[in-house]
């Protein structure tokens, strides 16, 4: 998870020359932090371990070399997502900046009956990436479960061609292929 402006932080150091010292501090809309003994330290970009690596790094140098310091994350931003299509619940999402794309998805409902599962559209930023959920249902890939931003935007299209199968296969049931897949694909993942 990557520090984002909004993020409250507990930092709390000592030292074998200092009692326990605690400062609250809060990512600003730059993405940096104010440390009153050091200034500004930049946190936009990095994951609360690299921001406590950091700051305790420059305290160190002010301070004692021997200090020591935990950073701890009190409150998370939110942010605002759209999801619509062929979902449960659409609507408007005020969710955590940790929210990922498949929480987002549990939030909705999922796909609806008439919703899809293989065509799962992310619009961020005038882009858009295709998520293919059977990637992690079929075999655990959660590469696909992206983290959200503030805006984005999920999109849920309509289910494509679906496809029974049952017999003396490991998984029966009803199947989604998508164009190009075939009667091998659909066998590969009963």
Known sequence: RILRPGDKLTLI???EQSSLDRREVVVDQQGNVILPEIG?????GMTLDQFEQ???DALSRKQFTDLKLIATLDELHTIQIFINGD??????YFASTVTTLFNALYLSGGPSENGALRDIRLHRNGG?????F???LMGGDSNQDIPLIDGDAIFIGPVGRLVSI????KRPGVYELMSGEDFRSLIKMA
């Open 128 to 132: 858009t990436t295709v998520i293919d």
């Open 54 to 56: 950091a700051a305790q």
């Open 13 to 15: 150091f000592w030292s």
């Open 134 to 136: 059977y990637n992690y």
């Open 40 to 44: 500004i330290l930049v946190a936009r």
């Open 166 to 169: 049952e017999g003396e296969i």
């Open 87 to 92: 979902t449960f619940r659409p609507g408007s």
